[in-house]
């Protein structure tokens, strides 16, 4: 496997933060893989979609720009977790992040790591974002639930979903008690 750009992430689901990260990536003309975590993660709330889904969410967003992508599964032991995903990812080479504990991870095991800009932290968050898809389950008016979600999401991802039914799922998902709605 030839050395890539390598940007990590669950893309739980994928997010206008992850949009503009991998913008920035690509804008580097580096020939980049993008590696989704957690591939083979029971679903739950915390991940709702399959790696399938996610590669289709983010293949769908794009639309022929060229990215490889990989699945790399969990491995529960962050000090080896880097080794682990270079099985998937391929050898050691350059990482793309916004994250302080992957950056470090990565540089401790001889990688070149560059450090991108966290944009709007505050409302792109896998978990608020999976908050609001799990509400607006119950919205009837597809259009209107739609218009909500593309204030987080990229507008052809959040069609996929609504086209495949995968917001719906989110609908009896939860912690315990009643399901939304």
């Not at 979600?149 to 507008?155: H, I, R």
Request: aromatic share 8%.
């Amino acid at each position: 496997m030839e050395p890539a750009l390598i940007v990590l992430g669950r893309f739980q689901p994928f997010h206008n933060g992850h949009a503009s990260m991998i913008e920035a990536a690509l804008s580097h003309e580096i020939p980049l893989r993008i590696c989704i975590g957690s591939s083979e993660g029971e679903q739950s709330l915390d991940n709702p979609w399959s790696a399938d889904e996610r590669e289709q969410m983010i293949r769908f967003w794009l639309a022929g720009r060229d990215a490889e992508i990989v699945h790399v599964p969990d491995l529960g032991d962050p000090p080896n977790f880097v080794r682990h995903a270079e099985k998937f990812h391929g050898p050691a080479g350059t990482l793309y992040t916004t994250d302080e504990g992957t950056k470090n991870l990565y540089r401790a095991a001889g990688w070149s790591v560059i450090m991108g800009d966290l944009i709007q932290r505050e409302d792109w968050q896998g978990w608020r974002i999976r908050a609001t898809i799990q509400m607006l389950s119950t919205v009837m008016e597809e259009e209107a639930a739609i218009a909500a979600l593309c204030v987080n999401m990229p507008e052809p991802v959040v069609r996929l979903m609504f086209d495949n039914g995968w917001q719906r799922r989110l609908f009896h998902m939860g912690t315990g008690g009643e399901p939304v709605g």
